[in-house]
Each structure stands twice: as C-alpha cells, then as structure tokens.
C-alpha cells in the first residue's frame, strides 16, 4: 500500500496568515491527490482533487500543488471557519490511503 | 445534489454482528463504485471495502471474511454487514463516492457524515 506522510500534525496559526500543510507519498503517484476538510460530527469536504483542482464551491484562498511524491495544501488568509483537521488521501492505486491528519487551531 | 446519510450505529457486543447503511440521493448507486472508510478513536482513516459498479468487491485485509459490502440498487442504499465484531472495530463508519462513473480508483467526491459503532461488552 502507498504511504503518505503529512505534516505537520498540528499547526497554529492567526487569522489571515498563510498556512501550508505538506504530504509526501512513498512512490510516484503521479497528481493523483485528494485534500479534505475535516470538522467533528460532520461529513469530510474534498477541497482538493487531481493535487491542484479546486472542488467546486471552495473557496479560492485553498489551493494545492505537487506533483509525483511531494504535495501541498495552501490557505493563503486563514479564516476562523477553516478550524478542521486537513487530510491528504491518494487514489493512484486502490487501496486509498490516508495521511495522519492536520490538526488547524486559531491562535 | 448528491447526498449520503449513514446509519445503523450503536453499541455492540464482541462476536455479534450489524448492518450499517448509507443512503444515497442525487445520483444511482449502480453507476459508481462505493466505499466504507473508518476511523477509530483517536486514530487515521482506514479504507475498509468497495463494492465496484459491475458488483465486485475487495476488502482490508484486517476486515476479510468478516464484513461484506452490498447495495439495493432498488432503494439506492449501500450496506457494510460486520460479523464477528472485536474491540479494534470501534470506529466511525463512512461511505464515500467515486467522482466518476464507471470507474474505480479511490477517487471520493462525496463522503457521509458517518455512524459511531462501538464494540463492547
């Protein structure tokens, strides 16, 4: 199975700053990445797909890059409705897989 | 508007069995693969089974042979039947969509809210 490594775990960070979360997959899986929000008690919401496609509705301070093995989730002014834990998720191969987690607090 | 609800969670004993269900609005069962996804308290995600479009289906290896995968494409609901339940199967139970249609690669779109089951005694 195709890991994924995400980091970091947990990140603070103020309203209006830039936040970046990182994963990096164990092989080549091409740009075939998912980003999703997660909040307690609710449906995970793709942010992402293809690694840079915006999901239609999001709004446009989401962005992800990447390519290959190294990816990026980016939030150019955070807002205090971004407060979720992210995830990346690969569907190069079946099984998808997951990274841990980002845990997103306000400061 | 696609929409998934799951439901059937609860809380059940060790060795005993439950069938979750997701009912699906906004577009047809029969023409996408489907998947169930768990996390268990403090823990990852975990994929845990797909049911193909064509019917097929494959499973982690850690729920083989004791959870199936199934859809009434009637009432348009997918099902994960658990048999055998353990401790290490207390988790929150989603199912999620493939973006495309007739093709299977673990590409969700859509996923459920999830349902709580926990195995205890």
């Known amino acids: 199975d195709i890991q994924l490594t995400q980091s970091p775990s947990s990140l603070s960070a103020s309203v209006g700053d830039r936040v970046t979360i990182t994963c990096q997959a164990s092989?080549?899986?091409?740009?075939?990445i998912n980003w999703f929000q997660h909040k307690p008690g609710k449906a995970p919401k793709v942010l992402i797909y293809d690694a840079s496609t915006l999901e239609a509705g999001v709004p446009s301070r989401f962005s992800g890059g990447g390519s290959g093995t190294h990816f990026t989730l980016s939030i150019s002014s955070l807002q205090p409705d971004d407060i979720a834990t992210y995830y990346c998720?690969?569907?190069?191969?079946?099984?998808?897989?997951f990274g841990q987690g980002t845990k997103l607090e306000i400061k | 508007q696609v929409q998934l609800v799951e439901s059937g969670g609860g809380v059940v004993q060790p060795g005993k069995s439950r069938r979750l269900s997701c009912a699906a609005s906004g577009f047809s069962l029969s023409n996408f693969g489907m998947h169930w996804v768990r996390q268990a308290p403090g823990k990852g995600l975990e994929w845990v089974a797909v049911?193909?479009?064509?019917?097929?289906?494959s499973y982690a290896d850690s729920v083989k042979g004791r959870f199936t995968i199934s859809r009434d494409s009637s009432n348009n609901t997918l099902y994960l039947e658990l048999n055998s339940l353990t401790l290490e199967d207390t988790a929150v139970y989603f199912c999620?969509?493939?973006?495309?249609?007739?093709?299977?690669?673990?590409?969700?779109?859509?996923w459920g809210q999830g349902t709580l089951i926990t195995v205890s005694s």
């Open positions: 998720q690969q569907y190069d191969n079946l099984p998808p897989t």
């Open positions: 999620a969509k493939e973006r495309q249609q007739w093709l299977v690669v673990g590409a969700f779109d859509n």
């Open positions: 049911l193909f479009y064509d019917g097929d289906e």
């Open positions: 092989q080549d899986i091409t740009n075939y």
